[in-house]
């Protein structure tokens, strides 16, 4: 199944499911599911840690280790919706609101400066 043929909704179902057949629900506080999602994106950093920006670029489209970051996203992915259930919020509206916020914030045209600029500015200015 791909991004476009199945609803946040079901995948939050079929985890609800998933979690209520173990038993899990007494381990799914939202402070641990939220030390999960750091634990795995840690996890995912550590994919990436010492590697340059091109590096990284390699990593990510490497067969192998594209592998095996897609399965620290999907841990990622499942504690964030798991943290979803477990606190009754809803996605969609979340993420929607925070995208508003985050076009008014930021308009369309704006470019940050790089962090190489910003080093080599910080270091002329310093």
Same mark, same amino acid.
């Given at each position: 199944?791909?991004?476009? @043929? ?33 634990? *795995?994106?840690? @996890?995912?950093? @550590? ?6 920006? *091109? ?9 192998t280790t594209r592998s095996q970051?897609?399965? @620290? ?29 985050? *076009? ?12 190489? *600029? ?9």
């Amino acid at each position: 199944m791909t991004d476009n @043929e199945i609803p946040i909704g079901v995948i939050r179902q079929r985890l609800q499911q998933f979690v209520a057949s173990r038993q899990w629900e007494q381990y799914h506080s939202p402070k641990n599911l939220a030390m999960s999602i750091a634990i *795995e994106a840690a @996890e995912l950093m @550590e994919h990436f840690q010492w590697s340059t920006t *091109e590096g990284s670029q390699h990593i990510a489209h490497n067969a192998t280790t594209r592998s095996q970051i897609a399965d @620290e996203l999907a841990d990622i992915l499942i504690y964030c919706l798991h943290f979803a259930n477990a606190t009754d919020i809803d996605v969609s509206s979340a993420i929607t609101t925070k995208l508003a916020q985050n *076009e008014a914030r930021f308009p369309a045209g704006f470019v940050p400066r790089s962090a190489d *600029e910003s080093d080599h500015h910080r270091t002329e200015h310093s």
